[in-house]
């Protein structure tokens, strides 16, 4: 429960101020999928284009985020949804600071991914599926965690022992098995342009 000492702090500069000043509308871009679908690796490639292109953007990975703010979590069901309703509440302030937020995280509950919307706000949130087959995801997986997944290493490991459910109506469908990230890169930006979050030249 929030203190009643706790106020909110008006600011002298506006978001709409901000965004006017960087020439974009700051939001949030929700990546979510598997366990090694290629929500990180969009997303990172994706700030880069848009850095390159003068926007402010900034990626939150799963695994950094978890090692300072959400370092006190695990990954059971109540401390999942902790881990998300935290990263909801930094998404939200950074994209009052005027920036496109990045955001790359397994997040395998609609009602997780429904709670992290409210906070964002729905006008500013575009929810982005990267589909690909828990099969294909084990075989590029890169930590491995499958594997100790499957020989019990690992408990509750979202596409082995925990559940995925997918998103029911997504703003963009990126599929890693059909398209390689060039093309996923280009979607995004497309998608961006189309709901006037950027301007493409």
Known sequence: MRSPQVFWHPRLVSRADRERL??????????????????????????KELFDRGIRAYVLDGD?????????????????????????????????????VLAAFVSPY???????????????????????SPETCEKRDPKGLYRKARLGKIQGFTGVDAPYEEPETPDL????????????????????????????L
């Open 173 to 200: 469908i990126l599929d890693t098995e059909e398209e390689d990230l060039e093309t996923c890169v280009q979607r995004v930006l497309e998608m961006l342009s189309e709901r006037r979050f950027i301007l493409l």
């Open 110 to 132: 609609r009602e997780d991914r429904r709670l992290v919307r409210e906070i964002v706000g729905e006008a500013t949130f575009l929810e982005v599926y990267v589909r690909c």
């Open 22 to 47: 960087n020439k974009h509308r700051s939001g949030v871009i929700w990546f979510t999928g598997l366990p090694a679908s290629g929500k990180s690796t969009i997303a990172h490639f994706l700030e």
């Open 64 to 100: 950094n985020i978890r090692h300072g703010l959400c370092g006190d979590l695990g990954f059971s069901r109540e401390d999942r949804r902790e881990n998300l309703r935290r990263i909801a509440e930094v998404c939200r302030l950074m994209q009052e600071a005027g920036l496109l």
